[in-house]
């Protein structure tokens, strides 16, 4: 059985795109035998976790802490390794799983404090890795693992200078896609007003045609950024470019069809693309994008942290 970890509101979602419907579920989470490895909805997955149960505190922290203290008897720690608490959406509970891992941090300090030196708290980076990890479905409950797979979404700091707040989402992506725009690389931007995609990739050193309809927030101010105003579904490059980014509000299949276009064309060697699903069902939606992976084998698709009712494709 693994614990899969979404944000909360979206666990129907995270079920659907189980292969097997899970055994039980709570706001944000979904367990089940489900061994799927790329999951869009799925943030974290704790594999074959231990369950322990404490009406207290110091009781689940001890708990935790005797689960980790007897799994890394013969084990050697030579390197960082992750320490993470989450809990599911229920009111309260983010406040008592805080505590719950500053307790779980001092015994683990007192009992180990050379292995508890080189923790590094916080969400895994994407992919599978060996650590601590724990997970509480309610106030009584922690789900305890040393393995878990994670899907690369975490919570980026906000820029003042940033234009939007979307900003956050395309910084979210490159972490996904393990790119991001170097200097003198070229994006296109579609659907870039108010601007914080194209300055998320300007400040970096990209040059950025920006094309929207409307206007950039201060016309685009960055000397990296050139604004088009045009229809983005009729803009055609004038030479490929290195990156193509959409995040526009429109029909996520036109949006499909066009990322298909672009890659067809050859007009750009990585994508982030969001696609707001609104009333349209992700899980079909998700489908229907893979047909981009006949040109791009590498394509990941997540509902990062910082997306709401969308998701982000990259590759
Ligand atoms: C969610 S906003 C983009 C936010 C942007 N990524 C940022 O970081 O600030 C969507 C934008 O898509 C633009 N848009 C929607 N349909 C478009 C079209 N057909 N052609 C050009 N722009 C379009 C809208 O004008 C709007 O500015």
């Not at 960082?80 to 608490?85: F, G, K, N, S």
């Not at 950039?216 to 105003?229: S, T, V, Y």
Request: charged share 25%; glycine share 10%.
């Amino acid at each position: 059985m693994n614990l899969h970890v979404c944000q909360p509101g979206y666990e129907s979602f995270l079920a659907k795109e189980l292969i097997f419907p899970p055994e039980r579920s709570g706001p944000g989470w979904a367990l089940g035998p489900d061994g799927k490895t790329e999951l869009c909805f799925a943030h974290l997955s704790l594999i074959s976790p231990s369950e322990v149960t404490g009406k207290s505190v110091n009781a689940l922290a001890g708990a935790v802490a005797d689960y980790f203290t007897t799994s890394t008897k013969d084990e050697r720690f030579e390197g960082a390794w992750p320490l993470c608490l989450e809990a599911a959406g229920l009111p309260g509970l983010a406040r008592r799983a805080k505590t719950i891992e500053e307790e779980i941090s001092l015994k683990i300090k007192s009992r180990m404090s050379r292995v508890y030196k080189l923790a590094v708290p916080g969400r895994p980076a994407l992919g599978p890795s060996r650590g601590l990890f724990a997970y509480m479905p309610d106030f009584d409950h922690v789900l305890v693992s040393r393995e878990a797979l994670g899907g690369g979404q975490r919570r980026m700091a906000d820029d003042p200078q940033a234009p939007s707040r979307s900003y956050l989402k395309a910084e979210e992506a490159y972490g996904i896609l393990g790119r991001e725009p170097a200097a003198g690389e070229t994006v296109v931007d579609l659907g870039a007003a108010p601007g914080g995609w194209s300055y998320s990739a300007a400040r970096r050193g990209a040059l950025v045609t920006a094309v929207d309809n409307g206007p950039l927030k201060g016309g685009g101010l960055h000397p990296g950024i050139a604004p088009r105003a045009e229809d983005a579904f009729k803009f055609v490059p004038p030479s490929p470019v290195d990156w193509l980014f959409c995040d526009m509000v429109e029909d996520p299949e036109r949006i499909i069809a066009l990322t298909e276009r672009w890659l067809s064309e050859g007009w750009c060697r990585r994508l982030v693309v969001n696609l707001k699903f609104g009333r349209h069902d992700p899980l079909r939606l998700l489908d229907q994008a893979g047909i981009l992976r006949r040109r791009c084998p590498s394509l990941r698709a997540r509902h990062l942290f910082h997306d709401r009712e969308e998701l982000t494709l990259v590759a």
